[in-house]
């Protein structure tokens, strides 16, 4: 999926900003990275409080095989596939998702995120998301 593709995806949730993440792309909102695309997959932001409320709805968490054979894992969780066709139910997620993120900030300290230099010479002109 490209990145208008993704926007008009998450449209529904609110304004969201697309950047390149390895392979893929990275969905952010209120400067907090909450999904990624990769490969045609959509994943969304998890943790411990999240993931059980994933893995209930059919979700399956990001686990991959490294170049040593050891398993390896991303704090990201499928995006549950009913989420596709309803678009209450993938805003519902995002909510889940955007949060997990900020908590995940919030452990780690998180510095204000960086504007790019056309957001500081023009202003920011997202739309604040929803606090959850």
């Known amino acids: 999926m490209d990145a208008e593709g993704l926007r008009e995806m998450f449209a529904p949730f609110g304004a969201v900003e697309i950047k390149r993440l390895f392979s893929g792309h ?15 997959d959509i ?14 709805a059919g979700s399956r968490p990001w686990v991959y095989e490294r170049a040593n054979g050891h398993k390896g894992s991303m704090p990201y969780w499928t995006l549950p596939e ?15 998702a955007l949060a997990a ?6 452990a780690k300290g998180a510095k204000a995120p960086r504007k ?12 604040s998301m929803p606090q959850v």
């Open 116 to 127: 790019s230099g056309a957001a500081k010479r023009k202003g920011d002109s997202r739309r």
């Open 101 to 106: 993120a900020r908590r995940a900030a919030a």
């Open 43 to 56: 994943r969304i932001r998890g943790d411990a409080e999240a993931g059980p409320r994933y893995e209930a």
């Open 82 to 96: 009913s989420a596709l066709d309803d678009e209450d139910e993938l805003v519902s997620w995002c909510h889940v």
């Open 26 to 40: 990275g969905v952010y909102a209120d400067g907090l990275c909450f999904a990624v695309e990769l490969r045609g």
